[in-house]
């Protein structure tokens, strides 16, 4: 079983609606959760990190973590051509520094 | 916000050279490094961590003596991919953690990346 599990995609979705990204992990200790975008050929931006269960707003950007269920989610409002990139899903276990990344999922904003 | 610049951005090589790439924290002390290792369509893999002063630890199936991190001040780490062959051709990509900022804080700042072909 991976540890951080991600539907490569691609995931499509026409501009301006709701691009909804999902995320399972197999550490129950696990304790802050990223999400990442990485266009083509460059390294990994930051968009959003939480810690807690519920939802974490930022601008367009909404993180949801379900440690029950041991799923984190991204959701995109109004998503942009310019949003169309991998997301990369990442997990730090408590205690410990490494930070172990999903495969990504592929979005694809269509104008 | 922080910065980590990665140098060079590509590099090509012949195959049984050794090529070296550096990490740079430019306005952040950096006690902890992360190496990483991306193939096509392949999520990073965490090669290293590096620790300012002290040895690295290296993940398991990376071969240490292959790959030399050398992690010598608060602002720069190295690698050097030794004896490089095709199969080594990727990118690289190092990660810092600023020091200031608290456990919380993960590697959040990447360096740009390093695409490494060996031919």
């Known amino acids: 079983q991976k540890e951080v599990e991600q539907n490569s995609g691609p995931l499509s979705v026409p501009e301006g609606a709701i691009a909804s990204l999902n995320c399972t992990y197999s550490d129950r200790g696990s304790q802050s959760f990223f999400w990442y975008r990485q266009y083509s050929g460059k390294s990994p931006e930051l968009i959003m990190s939480?810690?807690?269960?519920g939802d974490k707003e930022d601008g367009r950007f909404t993180a949801q973590l379900n440690k029950a269920s041991q799923y984190v989610s991204l959701l995109i409002r109004d998503s942009q051509p310019s949003d169309s990139a991998t997301y990369l899903c990442?997990?730090?276990?408590?205690?410990?520094?490494?930070?172990?990344f999903g495969i990504g999922t592929k979005l694809q904003v269509i104008p | 916000g922080a910065v980590v610049s990665q140098h060079p951005s590509r590099v090509i090589c012949k195959s049984g050279t050794s090529v070296k790439i550096e990490c740079r924290s430019l306005?952040?002390?950096?006690?902890?490094m992360f190496w990483y290792r991306q193939f096509p369509k392949q999520s990073l893999m965490l090669m290293a961590t590096s620790n300012e002063g002290s040895k690295a630890t290296y993940e398991q199936g990376v071969e240490k003596d292959k790959f030399l991190i050398n992690h010598a001040s608060l602002t720069l780490s190295t690698l050097t991919v030794t004896s490089a062959h095709p199969e080594d051709s990727s990118f690289y990509i190092c990660s810092a953690r600023d020091a200031a900022r608290g456990i919380r804080n993960t590697e959040a700042f990447f360096g740009q990346g390093t695409r490494l072909t060996v031919v």
């Open positions: 939480i810690y807690s269960n």
């Open positions: 990442a997990v730090r276990s408590g205690g410990y520094q490494k930070v172990t």
């Open positions: 306005d952040f002390q950096a006690t902890t």
